[in-house]
């Protein structure tokens, strides 16, 4: 470092000249014309030091500045041309505040006072100033007092453009608080806002409100489409969420297809319906997603302070209980929070803690629907259907648990379990029944099942097990699962070669039914039960079925009607020349023991002409 304090004062400090401007005019305003070569005149050594000065400055990329008592600038360098656009002379001798962000000017001014009282502080600030082009560039400042300083008499300035660092700054800041997908605010952010919005309510004695939106069956949509095809119904969702809504309500998307919508002044339950309508009407209308319509559906929770919690999470925590009591009523509606729906939510909360080790705890259990023929009235396949026995809760029926083992990620191992289960029990069947027509086995296949790398694995291996001959297992999922899902049909495509059957459940239900049949490797396909409810009397529904038999026939798929609860719609069947039914006409769900005593029975024996029937002759 030189020995020159001059030199040493302006090369070792830095600020906003702006900045520097805005302190020395408000202590002391306007004044004379302060030049830097009156302060390094009149000596060998000044002037020598003035040159190296003057050649490490002209060349540096911070713009450094001088001022002096009056605030005049007295010294601008040549680098203020390249970073803001002004040449040196338009600085010097001026006061610029023009040039400072309004709302930088307080906080300078402040900044400025300090620096002026303490003779030698050095200070740090960040502000904006306005280019020459007219757009405004971040800068970070420090100035030094060297006012008392004989040699340099004035405040010396380094300047430096920051506008890069906090253009990242500002874009990391957002990713963290925004959902990437849709720009939405993500669950922190809106946790944070509803923090601050209920502080507000309280102290004004108002009410807000907070909607839990999901999609309804979105799982299905995604796999069917393929899931970069469902980021992009997620985003078209965002964004119809947001064209509906105000400027002052927050939206959201909490993770998933879960959205969240904060109204600030909601008066009343009246005003919240009247939103979570308005939210439902935008999505009636189907999404554009590539070249597809996709229409989409939601459920939706609505929760109102105080009433439904305090707190940010008690809000959001009852509005998704809401949520859910709209889903389990059919979907596509909303719920309001009642505190009678709190009990539903600790038993999720109870299921989600137990679930994880439901399997290695022993709990599952596996239940068996019959598959009857209906000419020969004989069990021709059994239909393996999980349950859970809770200790707190009791004995639980799938549709309590299989859509949250979904969410919570355990379904690769529940699925795995029963595929091996009902694998062993189908090969005991038959070997100790070896003279009846073997049953079928059928096993449902989840999503998570289905896309996991291991599958054919996991299959083989059951087979291996149990000893099961793969022609009797059939391996059934819902059709929207397999629907353009290339590779979910090529895994089905080795089991087949296997052996293996593949059946498609709930069919008719899906988005483009017919379209896919041809190339699916697909043996059986069961006809949804809408289709069988009020069989024998509408005359068109009896028409569709029989279309449905008709075109399996010709594609060589084998039918099986769901469904079949009343006599009327199994003698309708009968008339169309249905193989194969199943429902709670001829059978519910019972214990392999059960299935057992009834595969017992000699030929012929099986009354499957009334409800419950079957099991009804079994011995007591």
Known sequence: MSANPFFDGLVGVSVLVAVAVVCVSAAWGTGGR???????????????????????????????????????????????????????D????????????????????????????????????EGRVRCRTGGWRHVEAIATNLLHDPSVQGLVVNTRDITERKQLEEALTFRAFHDPLTNLPNRALFADRLAHALRRATR????????????DEFKNISDSLGHGRGDELLAAVGARLLNSMRDTDTVARLGGDEFAVLIEDAEDAAGAASVARRVLAALETALRVGEQQVPVRASMGIALSPKAGTTAEELLRAADVA???????????????????????????????????????????????????????AIRGTEALVRWRHPK????????????????????AIGTWVLRTACAQASEWHRRFPRSAAPRM????STTQLEHPGLVEDVELALLESGLDPERLVLE?????????ETAIAKLGKLREWGVLVSIDDFGTGYSSLSYLRRLPLDILKIDRSFIDGLDRVTHQSAIVEAILVMCSRLGIEPVAEGVEREAEAIELRRLHCGLAQGFYFERPIAPEKIAELLALPA???????????????PS
């Open 90 to 125: 338009e600085i010097e001798g001026r006061i610029r505040t023009d040039l400072i962000h309004d709302g930088d000017i307080a906080r300078a001014s402040a900044a400025g006072a300090e620096l002026m009282r303490k003779p030698g502080t050095t200070l740090s600030v």
């Open 477 to 485: 999922l819902t059709e929207s699962v397999v629907l353009e899902n």
């Open 604 to 618: 012929g024996a099986i009354d499957l002409g009334a409800p419950g029937a079957a099991a009804a002759r079994l």
């Open 204 to 215: 004004r004695g108002d009410s807000i409100a907070v909607l839990f939106l999901d999609l």
């Open 323 to 377: 949520m859910y009591a709209a889903k389990a009523n059919g979907g596509g509606s909303f719920e309001f929070f009642e505190p009678s729906m709190q009990a539903a939510l600790l038993e999720r909360m109870d299921l989600e803690n137990d679930l994880g080790d439901a399997v290695d705890r022993n709990q599952l259990f596996l239940e068996y629907q019959p598959i009857v023929s209906l000419g020969q009235e």
């Open 442 to 445: 059928v096993v449902n296949l």
């Open 393 to 412: 809760h009791g004995v639980l029926p799938p549709g309590r648990f299989i859509g949250l083992a979904e969410d919570r990620g355990f379904m690769g």
């Open 34 to 88: 302060l030049r830097i070569r009156r302060l390094i005149a009149g000596t060998g050594d000044l002037r020598r030091s003035e040159a190296r000065f003057r050649s490490l400055v002209q060349h540096a990329s911070d713009v450094i500045t001088v001022i002096d008592a009056r605030g005049e600038v007295g010294y601008q360098s040549p680098s203020t041309s390249a970073v803001f656009g002004y040449e040196p």
